[in-house]
C-alpha cells in the first residue's frame, strides 16, 4: 500500500444536493440580515426579500417532481428549511390554478417569492368595528408574485393568496417563525372582514420527494447518499430497499449523529407508503439536516417500480457473505462431519467469529471465541501446527464464509472450512449447544504477529486499502469538518482495548461487526471510513473486506506512539429535537406515583432488554405506538416512560407530551437506576403491546423445537437466496478480488 494524495473537491451535480446548497446560502444571508427573526425591520425584510427573489429564479432547483400537487390533492406546502427554535422557516407551497387562501395574518413577518406560476397576493386595511367579535378589511393593493417578484408582510398585515393563470404554481414562502409556531393567527370570513378566528398549521406539512427511478439512479451516481428507513427495526425487517439503513424515527435523536454525521449528505428517508417519513423529515430538518427528501409512495413505491425488495437486518453484510461462498468457492464441512472428527480426535481448531456476548449465549461445547477481525491477528497461538484443521463458526452462515474466507485470503498454512449453516445446522441434526462459556483471546507472538502483519499487508493491498499518515488524515478531518465529505473513524479491536485508550472522537466497531453490519455503523455511501490501525493486522483485514463490499473509500491510519487517548467507552451524543428540559422523576418518585395509581410506565427501547429485566408492572411499547396506549389510559394518569439506560426517553417523553398533551416524564437512570435502588424488577414478555416491531425475531428464541427447526430451515433458505436476489438488484458495488471464475 502506497501513501495516498487525498483531493478534496466534491461538487455534486444532483438537484437536491444543489437546491439544499443554496438554500443553506439563502439562510445564512437571512441570518446576517436578520439576526433577530422578532425584530425585524422593513429594510432588512427588503433586503432579504431581495435574495429570496434570487433564490427563486433558479426554477430548476425546483422541478415539480419534487413538489408534486394533484386534482387530489391540489394545494400542498413543503418545508424546505427551518432554524432551531422554529426560526427562519422557509417553505414551498405549490398548488394548481385556482388554489386560493382568504383574508389571514401570520403574526410574524412574512416574505414570498416567486418560483412559477402567478399568485395574485392582495392587502387588506383592518379596522375594528363597534363589535369587539369582528373587523372590517378594505382592499389595499395587489401585486402579482411571479418569478422574480416578491412581497413582505409584517406581523399585523392581512392579505389573501389565489393562483391565477393556467399555470401551476411554485412559490418560496419564508417566516420569521414555523408555520406551527403561529398560535394566534386568524382568518376572516369574507374578503370584506366580518367575524375572524385563529386557525392553525397546515394539516400536512410535507417534504421535498424523489421518485424510486430517481433514487435508483442517485444510489449510483458517485455521490454520497444515505437512505434512512424510518420505520421501526422489526417493522423495516420484514420489507425493505437494499441500501436502507433502518434508523426509526422516534429514535433519530439517538442514532443521527453517528449513522450520518455530516448534516449536508443527500438523505432519502423511507418508509412503508409515505405515512411516516415526513414526520421523519421535519426532525431532521429541526436537528439541522440541510438536504432531506422523501421516496414517494415508500418502499410500496419501490416495488411498484419493479425494484427488488428485501427482507431480514444487516442484509448487504449478510448477502456480501454468500457472494464471497459462490464466487470464491469458500470450502465448508457440515455438522456431521465436525462431530465425527471431534469425537475420534482430529487435529482441529474450531473458532466462533460472533463477538464474545453471542459466544457466551450459546456456543459449540469445544469452540474458542475469535471475533471476525480476531482471526488472522491470533490464529498462529490457536493454531500454531500447519496440519491443524481450523473451522470457523458462526450462528447461521455469513461470519462463517467471512471467517475462513479472510484466513484462506490471507494465505495461513493451515486447511480452512466453514462450518455449513453454524450452530443452526449443529442443532437441525439433533445436537446440543453450551451456554456461559468464555475463552481467553491469546496474544500473539513476536514470530507469529509478524506472519500477520505480512498476510495483512498483502490481503489489503491487494484490495485497495489505502494508508494514509497524519497529514492525510488531517486533510480527511477537515473536508468533514467543513461538511464537504463524510468520515467515519472507527476503533477495530476489542471492547477491553477500546476503553482502555483509543484515540479522540474515534468510535468503536469490532471490525467482524463492522463488515457483518457495516449498515449499523455508516449509513452514508460514498462516504470515507478511516480505521485506526494499532497493530498492522486487525484494521487491515476489516478494511480489505470493507473495500470488497463497497459503497465506501477505505484507510487505515496507524496512530502515533505518543498518540494522545481517550479511555473509557464510546459516548452517545443525544439530540434535541425540542426546547426545553425534559421532566425527570428519580425511581423512588415514579414509585410513589405506581404505588398512588397516579402514574402507568412504559419501557420504549427493546423487547429484548425488556423480557430479560423490567420495572414490576411496566408495559412495553415501541414509540411510534404509544400514543394510542396513552389515549387508553385515564386523563388524570402521568406517563412514566423508561429504558434500560434511561436516554430513549429523555427523547420520547417531550414528543409524546407534544402529541398527547399528556404529563409525560422519564425516569433518571432508566431501569439500570431502578434495579440499583433494589426496587421490584421483573422478567418475561407479559407486558409487551407491540409484538416483534422492534427487532427481527431470532428462530432461536421459539421454545418449541418445531418452530425453532422450521424458523432454522426458512432463515437458511433466505439467506442462501440473496445471491439471486442481489442479481436481480443489479449494481451492488461488490468486488471481490481473486474470485475463481
Not at 38 to 66: I, K, N, S, W, Y
Not at 627 to 637: H, I, R
Request: with cysteine; charged share 20%.
Amino acid at each position: 500500500m502506497t501513501q495516498t494524495s487525498l483531493s478534496l473537491d466534491f461538487s455534486g451535480s444532483d438537484v437536491a444536493s444543489r437546491r439544499a446548497a443554496a438554500v443553506a446560502a439563502f439562510i445564512a444571508t437571512a441570518r446576517r440580515l436578520i439576526p433577530d427573526p422578532e425584530a425585524a425591520t422593513p429594510d432588512q425584510l427588503r433586503a432579504v426579500a431581495a435574495a429570496l427573489e434570487q433564490l427563486g429564479r433558479q426554477r430548476d432547483l425546483f422541478p415539480a417532481e419534487h413538489f408534486p400537487v394533484s386534482e387530489d390533492n391540489p394545494a400542498q406546502v413543503y418545508r424546505l428549511s427551518e432554524e432551531p427554535g422554529g426560526r427562519h422557516a422557509l417553505y414551498v407551497s405549490a398548488g394548481l390554478p385556482g388554489k386560493a387562501q382568504p383574508p389571514h395574518d401570520h403574526t410574524t413577518w412574512a416574505i414570498i417569492a416567486g418560483i412559477s406560476g402567478n399568485e395574485r397576493n392582495v392587502f387588506y386595511e383592518r379596522s375594528p368595528t363597534a363589535d369587539p367579535a369582528r373587523d372590517a378589511l378594505a382592499a389595499e393593493k395587489t401585486v402579482d408574485v411571479v418569478p422574480g417578484v416578491s412581497v413582505q408582510l409584517s406581523p399585523t398585515d392581512v392579505h389573501t393568496i389565489e393562483l391565477v393563470g393556467d399555470e401551476p404554481g411554485l412559490h418560496l414562502h419564508f417566516y420569521g417563525r414555523a408555520l406551527d409556531r403561529m398560535p394566534g393567527r386568524v382568518v376572516f370570513e369574507t374578503r370584506e372582514g366580518g367575524t375572524y378566528r385563529t386557525f392553525g398549521p397546515p394539516k400536512s406539512i410535507r417534504h421535498a420527494l424523489v421518485t424510486s427511478q430517481a433514487l435508483k439512479a442517485a444510489l449510483h451516481d458517485g455521490e454520497e447518499i444515505a437512505v434512512l428507513d424510518v420505520r421501526e427495526t422489526g417493522v423495516f425487517a420484514h420489507r425493505h430497499i437494499l441500501f436502507a439503513a433502518s434508523a426509526p424515527a422516534w429514535r433519530l435523536e439517538l442514532l443521527i449523529d453517528r449513522l450520518v454525521p455530516c448534516r449536508g449528505t443527500r438523505t432519502v428517508l423511507v418508509d412503508g407508503d409515505e405515512t411516516l417519513a415526513h414526520e421523519a423529515a421535519a426532525k431532521l430538518v429541526r436537528l439541522g439536516w440541510r438536504n432531506v427528501s422523501v421516496l414517494a409512495g415508500g418502499t410500496d413505491g419501490w416495488a411498484a417500480a419493479g425494484y427488488e425488495i428485501f427482507s431480514g437486518t444487516n442484509v448487504p453484510g449478510k448477502a456480501f457473505g454468500e457472494v464471497i461462498e459462490h464466487e470464491k468457492h469458500t470450502p465448508w464441512i457440515d455438522a456431521g462431519e465436525l462431530h465425527e472428527r471431534i469425537a475420534r480426535g482430529d487435529d482441529i481448531v474450531v473458532v466462533d467469529s460472533r463477538t464474545p456476548e453471542e459466544f457466551a449465549a450459546f456456543s459449540l461445547p469445544f469452540a474458542h471465541s475469535v471475533p471476525g477481525a480476531e482471526l488472522v491477528y491470533r490464529i498462529g497461538e490457536l493454531a500454531p501446527d500447519p496440519g491443524t484443521f481450523v473451522v470457523v463458526n458462526c450462528a447461521g452462515r455469513t461470519r462463517s464464509i467471512v471467517g475462513a474466507q479472510t484466513l484462506i485470503d490471507a494465505g495461513i498454512p493451515n486447511r480452512v472450512a466453514s462450518l455449513r449453516n453454524g450452530t443452526m445446522d449443529w442443532l437441525l441434526t439433533g445436537r446440543t449447544l453450551a451456554h456461559g462459556r468464555s475463552t481467553p483471546l491469546p496474544e500473539p507472538s513476536p514470530g507469529t504477529l509478524a506472519a500477520a502483519r505480512e498476510r495483512a499487508a498483502a490481503v489489503a493491498q491487494g484490495a485497495g486499502v489505502q494508508r494514509i499518515d497524519a497529514a492525510g488524515l488531517a486533510r480527511l478531518e477537515a473536508a468533514a469538518q467543513s461538511q464537504e465529505r463524510t468520515l467515519y473513524r472507527f476503533d477495530v479491536r476489542t471492547r477491553e482495548e477500546y476503553e482502555a485508550g483509543h484515540l479522540e472522537g474515534w468510535r468503536w466497531a469490532p471490525g467482524g461487526q463492522l463488515v457483518q453490519a457495516t449498515d449499523e455503523y455508516a449509513a452514508t455511501r460514498g462516504a470515507r471510513i478511516v480505521l485506526a490501525d494499532w497493530d498492522g493486522v486487525r484494521a487491515l483485514t476489516t478494511g480489505a473486506w470493507l473495500a470488497q463490499l463497497g459503497g465506501h473509500e477505505v484507510f487505515v491510519f496507524a496512530p502515533p506512539p505518543l498518540a494522545t487517548l481517550e479511555t473509557g467507552p464510546e459516548p452517545v451524543r443525544v439530540l434535541a429535537s425540542h426546547a426545553g428540559p425534559v421532566p425527570l422523576v428519580s425511581p423512588q418518585q415514579a414509585r410513589a406515583l405506581l404505588e398512588q395509581g397516579r402514574a402507568a410506565v412504559f419501557d420504549v427501547d427493546r423487547r429484548a432488554a425488556f423480557e430479560r429485566q423490567h420495572i414490576a408492572g411496566a408495559r412495553f411499547a415501541v414509540p411510534d405506538r404509544l400514543a394510542a396506549f396513552v389515549a387508553d389510559l385515564p386523563a388524570g394518569q402521568a406517563v412514566l416512560l423508561t429504558s434500560p439506560d434511561g436516554l430513549l426517553p429523555r427523547t420520547v417523553a417531550p414528543e409524546l407530551a407534544a402529541r398527547t398533551g399528556r404529563d409525560v416524564r422519564a425516569i433518571a437512570g432508566g431501569t439500570a437506576a431502578w434495579a440499583a435502588a433494589g426496587l421490584p424488577v421483573e422478567a418475561g414478555d407479559a407486558g409487551v403491546l407491540t409484538g416483534d416491531d422492534d427487532h427481527w425475531y431470532s428462530p432461536y428464541a421459539h421454545r418449541d423445537l418445531h418452530l425453532r427447526d422450521a424458523g432454522f430451515r426458512a432463515y437458511l433458505d433466505w439467506e442462501l437466496g440473496l445471491v439471486a436476489q442481489l442479481e436481480r438488484e443489479g449494481q451492488t458495488g461488490i468486488r471481490l478480488v481473486g474470485a475463481a471464475a
